[in-house]
């Protein structure tokens, strides 16, 4: 039995005292849209040699035969690939950094992060009529020297984009400085 004070991450990377506050994923339009493509075409691939009656045909050469299961297979790996591969593309957003994990295939990910408190603008954008129509765009995190993060194909970039900024105001521990203080850290630097 673990020791219940014991610090257990629950990602790769995890800081100690760091607490997950989003996990996102793309849009469930970017593999719904491969799915319905891939079951289609299996659909069609049965359908259609059934209605031609080239069943008979298809199934009386081994080399046919071969084929015509290579083809039903592939679409259905097609299928697999297109979901393990959104299925482990996330973002993951933490009371300490954004971090972005972008799996490139079953054996290849990139992995990049920015902290909350560096963080200087944020902004998003929704450009097309699906995404318009299904809510999904892009949320761009800029920071001081450390980059950007683009948070691309996101659902409700709006909402993400203030639960972020909250989230950073919330990892800054500087607190806004007044138009006076200003002025005066101005007058003593003159000085």
Known sequence: MANPEEFV???????????????LFHHWYFVALPIIQAITIILLSLIIPISLHWMKWIFSYGLTTLLYYTWLVFWIGFML?????????????TSERIIDVDQRGLFSRKVSELELDKVQNITHAVTGIAATMFNFGTIVVQSAGAGEIALKQVGDPAGLQEEITRLVKAASNDKPVTANELIDFIKQKRE
Do not use: A, H
């Open 9 to 23: 991450p629950e990602f790769i990377g995890q800081r100690e005292g760091e607490k997950i506050e989003l996990v």
């Open 81 to 93: 690939y297109r979901y393990i591969n959104w299925y482990r593309d996330r973002f993951i957003i």
